[in-house]
């Protein structure tokens, strides 16, 4: 497999990103219009923030529902969620690591995750 250079692969990110922000905010708001790395992290900033108070928010209507067993396991997993979490956006932000999309970067990956985690405990808490 042939690399990229590095300015084409930071393009090629910044291009991604962009297209990322763009279709979540759909065609209002102010995050439509982001076209700088500030405003793409101000943005993916707020979604992390809303998307971690889903979070918090499904995980404490499943911990009250579960028996102790089973809320112990859950838990477990949310701690374990939560290193995993960490160490992915991490690396997902290593591919720009030192440059300014790098907390983009990071902020964007830990959004995706934390959003993929809120639907996993909905789930899991409208199956019981």
Do not use: H, I
Not at 110 to 123: G, I, K, P, Y
């Amino acid at each position: 497999m042939e690399s990229s250079p590095p300015g084409r692969l930071a393009a090629l990110v910044w291009l991604a990103l962009l297209a990322a922000a763009n279709a979540r905010a759909g065609d209002e708001g102010p995050c439509a219009a982001a076209a700088t790395t500030a405003a793409m992290r101000g943005c993916e900033e707020a979604r992390l923030r809303r998307a971690e108070e889903a979070m918090a928010a499904a995980y404490a209507a499943l911990e009250r529902r579960l028996p102790p067993l089973r809320r112990e396991k859950l838990r477990g997993s949310q701690r374990a969620w939560l290193r995993f979490r960490d160490a992915d956006t991490a690396f997902q932000a290593s591919a720009a690591e030192g440059g300014t999309l790098a907390p983009l970067l990071e902020t964007t990956a830990r959004a995706d995750l934390t959003e993929a985690r809120t639907t996993a405990l909905e789930r899991a808490l409208d199956s019981r």
